[in-house]
């Protein structure tokens, strides 16, 4: 099968299409024909070495992605009931041994795999799960009461959005960042108050809010310059590892994807919530599988709106 993967690390050209034995579905197992892969920046951050400590006990090469939209072609010996051969899917893929998203097959936990959002093709399903899924994460860790006040940094992002989206789904206030050509984007997603991004944010965050919001999710992994949004004793959920220290009783909680891999339920409801209109399916630009490269300087490049996706039909 022809995947994308690299042997060793470093910038987007250590992407190399190459061809791997296909794999087998084992017990628990599915395999699906990828026929598109979002590209994230965790892809760029393995690309890059950031998770090689993981990887140290598998040999390259490794393949980048942990979204991926596809039909399942095998089922392995006590497959999840819920899904069947020919079915279209979307999954969680945790790429930390040498099997990521990025390649024609995969074979994933079936508690990872759910139905892809009715109404979307491929390109669009992949775009879900693992940035819905932190965003649900990030809020869930917040456990705000309804009618509370929630902040979310990097609102016009992937992760950023979905959890104005989801925030306001749970019955939240939401006060976002965006760039003033962003604005009418977060508005869009439902945002209660929309000001302005930069290194300020908190003092524009606390405008709306004097007291300081209870909770704040930070999307754009401003950190400490964020944290003066947060009222005394509230809670920031970090997206990029970061662990404080805060002050004032602020409790910082990093917040990380593959602890809800196994959450079938909650990646149903997601799938859902796509279908329901709750949340928006954003492709940014469809590239083919082999301009890989193009489509991870074009990530670093930022001012993306939206999922480059990688085409392997």
């Given at each position: 099968m022809k995947a994308i993967a690299l042997t060793t690390y470093g910038g987007p050209d250590v992407l190399r299409e190459v061809d791997l034995p296909t794999p087998e579905a084992g017990p628990g197992e599915v395999r699906i024909r990828v026929h598109a892969a979002a590209v994230n920046p965790t892809d760029a951050m393995l690309r890059t070495g950031a998770y090689a400590a993981r990887t140290t006990d598998v040999p390259p090469p490794y393949v980048p992605g942990m979204d991926a939209a596809g039909v399942i072609d095998q089922l392995g010996p006590g497959a999840d009931g819920r899904l069947a051969v020919g079915q279209r899917v979307v999954a969680l893929v945790i790429p930390t041994g040498p099997r990521g998203a990025y390649a024609e097959h995969i074979v994933v936990p079936a508690e990872s795999v759910v139905p892809a959002p009715a109404g979307?093709?491929?390109?669009?399903?992949?775009?879900?799960?693992?940035?819905?899924?932190?965003?649900?994460?990030?809020?869930?860790?917040?456990?705000?009461?309804?009618?509370?006040?929630?902040a979310v940094t990097g609102a016009a992002g992937a992760v950023g959005g979905y959890t104005v989206e989801l925030a306001k789904a749970d019955g939240l206030t939401v006060v976002a960042d965006a760039a003033p050509h962003d604005r009418d984007l977060v508005r869009g997603f439902g945002a209660d108050h929309v000001v302005d991004r930069g290194t300020d944010v908190a003092?524009?965050?606390?405008?709306?809010?004097?007291?300081?919001?209870?909770?704040?999710?930070?999307?754009?992994?401003?950190?400490?310059?964020?944290?003066?949004?947060?009222?005394?004793?509230?809670?920031?959920?970090?997206?990029?590892?970061?662990?404080?220290?805060?002050?004032?009783?602020?409790?910082?909680?990093?917040?990380?994807?593959?602890?809800?891999?196994a959450d079938t339920a909650l990646l149903d409801t997601l799938r859902l919530q796509a279908e329901q209109g709750v949340l928006s399916l954003r492709v940014a630009k469809v590239l083919p599988a082999s301009d890989a490269a193009e489509a991870h300087r074009l990530l670093e490049a930022g001012g993306l709106r939206g999922r480059l996706v990688l085409d392997f039909s």
């Open positions: 979307t093709d491929h390109a669009e399903a992949a775009t879900l799960l693992m940035n819905a899924a932190t965003a649900r994460l990030a809020l869930d860790t917040l456990a705000l009461p309804k009618g509370a006040t929630v003092a524009r965050i606390r405008e709306p809010a004097p007291a300081g919001v209870p909770g704040l999710v930070d999307g754009s992994d401003q950190r400490e310059e964020a944290v003066p949004a947060v009222a005394d004793g509230g809670a920031f959920v970090a997206l990029r590892g970061w662990q404080g220290p805060a002050e004032r009783g602020v409790t910082v909680t990093p917040v990380f994807v593959a602890s809800v891999r």
